[in-house]
């Protein structure tokens, strides 16, 4: 085999080990640890070092070291004054031109140190950082073709420190919009927090209402296992679901007495009012709008504003819709005083199906029912009621409850089951009478 082929398989094969290196899955310290002594190897380098460029310092440090104590790393720091020329491997003893990239002091540094090559390290147009080796272990001179193939080497190392330096960055970068985000959020929070208050402190006698029916429908939304965005969002439709009471004069929200039929119908006139202030603002959660637009809507379509049906209505809006009754039933009213616990349950009950949905009524008992039992770590209903109540009572109360919502499924499905079997003999005795009217082939 010819020197010159000799050569070309070592480049290819040096060139492997490096890339083998780069490409592994150690962490970077590693990865850069293993390419130095991979690169010194090859060209049986005593020493090795390579640098990373500090931009705002002007200076080379250090990131792998071998041969050169810690003592070395000072005078290893490398302070530059010109540019240095792309890829360029630098023969520190001027075998290739005269080294004037660096300065006096820093070329002194290095020569002092035993170094004989310098190599800096660029990435497309970035300059990276730089590869130092020392003299070799066999004291043969750097030849032309080592020099060249230094030049291939460094281009792999430096889009190594590049692509490290980019992930570094963009997880920097994704930290700070992170905490940015969070931050915005927490405002956004806030805000709506005030926004509430606002609305709250519009009628004194249902002060911190929209806080409570925020906190209710987030227990049933998360019974329902709702993504922890939606959860948020319904929280949020929660806090803001009376926004439209701002415009109602106090003297209705207020009054002691029966509402007269144009009192009702002004009253009534806040879910769409409360739906005009909110659909101007652009929310990140889906559903906020309606669910506040709707939130006094009914199953049997004897709601407001829009007289909706069941199947019209959003999951979020039922669940607004019972949480906003329980709470006003739970909650001393200027026309007459808070309901028990069991008697609002038992109101809920009665209105199943006509005003409340049974699925978000089942939620609701399960939630509380487990609030009851201790098994939440973050109860939103129990510390915003009355505690004098027998747990017991309501216990057994929900059990009922929620037995009761199993059957009248089950009762809803046979029913169905009725309905599309008597539908499909229907069906048959029609086929059976048609096909008799058809006169039999032949029949003349």
Partial sequence: MNTELKRILYNI???????????SEKSFNEKIRSVLYVVSGTFLAVKGAIFIYDGEGGALVPIALKGWSEADLESLTLDFQEPLKRNEAYLLGGGNGDFAVLSLEATSSLRDG???????????????????????FTSE????????????????????????????????????????????????????????????AKDVCTRHHSHRVAKYVVAIARELDWSAEDVEGIYIAGLLHDVGKIIIHDRILSKGSALTEEEIREIRQHPRISYDIISKIRF????????????????????????????????????????DAFDAMTTDRPYR?????????????????????????????????????????DPNILPNLNGD??????TDLLEATRSWLKEQTGEKRAALAIRRTSWNNDKTAVWKMAMSAVPETGAG
């Fill in 13 to 23: 094969t040096a060139l492997a080990d490096l890339g083998e290196e780069i490409t």
């Fill in 114 to 136: 035993g170094a004989e090559v310098f190599v800096p390290l660029w990435a497309r147009d970035e300059f990276i950082g730089a590869l130092v080796l020392s003299d070799k």
């Fill in 141 to 200: 001179e750097y030849s032309a073709e080592d020099l060249e193939l230094l030049r291939a080497i460094s281009s792999q190392i430096a889009i190594a420190i590049q692509n490290h330096n980019f992930f570094t960055d963009l997880s920097a970068n994704l930290e700070k919009n992170k905490k940015l985000l969070e931050d915005m959020r927490l405002i956004y929070h806030d805000t709506i927090q005030a926004f509430a208050a606002a609305i709250d």
């Fill in 337 to 377: 005083a808070a309901m028990g616990l069991k008697e609002a349950i038992d109101e809920l009950r009665r209105c199943l199906g006509t005003q409340f949905d049974p699925r978000i009524m089942n939620a609701f008992c399960k939630a509380l029912d487990k609030e009851i039992k201790g098994e939440l770590p």
């Fill in 284 to 323: 990140p959660w889906k559903d906020v709008v309606q669910s506040v637009k709707h939130h006094h809507e009914r199953p049997d379509g004897n709601g407001y504003p829009d007289a909706l049906l069941d199947a019209e209505l959003s999951e979020g809006a039922k669940i607004l819709s019972l949480a």
């Fill in 389 to 394: 109540f027998d747990t017991s009572v309501i």
